[in-house]
């Protein structure tokens, strides 16, 4: 069972052993929603899945008559994607034809961005083997992984059954009820230009959680865009973490995204398991009482 990373090489001896296996490609770009798809279009491995992180990996929400568009009322988080409630995700897996045997292999094209909610919301619903491709598609043809083309034959519907939730949700009111008492340490994902709160492209307030510590999500790679040794990242996040508890992590992004990178990199180093806020600084920035912090 691969439960963080697993390479080309492994998941093609995994492919050919006839284990129950799902791959999902994950492939998504924040300015063109339409984007991943047409990548997965062209070019997927076999078999595999496609899931869109606005329709399937998060809450699509309802649109008031007021025009408003809003989460429906059982979505687990706020924020710009908000995730969908467990039973809704679950009812996703089982019409795409996911079964509580199998092994998830998820991927995309983008250094690992996207497929990381995949991964973690796999676990969040009680399925804990499922694996990020390290290096993603990239890495899969630089090993002489077969792409294809073809439309995907649909799958019989199956019943996933939920789990315990193997991670942890941290919600709005949990992130601000710890600040006063510096009882989490909050790592944000985002660029260092936009944690600074120097420029802000997706949301209507710049800067970031008083006290949050920055980890921009692609530090976690190396230049292959594979996920760096478990020994550089235990350095990387103890010089970060400089004696806090790692126990009380929580990862935020924007949206609750590209913060799980670093979620699974810390798993990578051997720390266990740390809490994401999946509203992120998008749901905590539309309170204006919230308390914002720059440079």
């Known amino acids: 069972m691969y439960t963080t990373l697993i390479s080309p090489e492994q998941l093609k001896a995994l492919r050919s052993s006839g284990a ?9 770009d924040l300015m063109n929603p339409a984007a991943g798809e047409e990548q997965y279009r062209q070019a997927h491995i076999p078999g ?14 309802v649109v008031d008559p007021d025009g408003t568009h809003r989460p429906h009322d059982d979505a687990a988080s706020g924020g710009r994607h908000p995730l969908p409630s467990r039973e809704k995700f679950a009812m996703w897996l089982c019409s795409v034809g996911f079964s509580n045997d ?11 961005s996207y497929c990381g ?27 002489g992984g077969e792409v294809t083309g073809e439309p995907e ?5 199956t019943n996933f059954r939920l789990g315990r939730p193997l991670r942890r949700l ?11 008492a510096a009882s989490q340490t909050l790592i944000d994902a985002r660029a260092a230009q936009r944690y600074r709160g120097e420029v802000e492209p997706f949301d209507a307030v710049a800067g970031h959680i008083p006290g949050a510590l920055n980890r921009p999500a692609a530090e976690n790679l190396d230049a292959q865009g594979r996920f760096k040794t478990p020994q550089q990242l235990r350095a990387e996040f103890d010089r970060l973490l400089q004696g806090r508890d790692p126990a009380s992590v929580v990862h935020h992004c924007g949206s609750g995204v590209s913060a799980v ?22 749901e ?8 914002v912090a720059k440079g």
């Open 153 to 157: 034959t649909a799958r019989f519907q």
């Open 170 to 180: 941290v919600g709005t009111d949990e992130v601000a009820a710890a600040l006063p």
């Open 261 to 282: 990178p670093n979620l699974i990199a810390m798993e990578v180093a051997g720390f266990a398991p740390t809490g994401l806020y999946a509203g992120s600084w998008s």
């Open 102 to 112: 199998m092994q998830a292999v998820v991927y995309d094209r983008q250094k690992s």
């Open 117 to 143: 909610r995949l991964w973690w919301m796999l676990k969040w619903a009680g399925h804990e083997a499922v694996a990020v491709l390290d290096g993603g598609l990239q890495a899969w043809q630089a090993a």
């Open 20 to 28: 129950p296996l799902m791959l999902f490609d994950c492939s998504f």
């Open 284 to 291: 905590w920035c539309r309170d204006p009482k919230r308390p």
């Open 48 to 61: 595999a899945v496609y899931a869109h992180l606005d329709t399937a990996l998060s809450d699509e929400g």
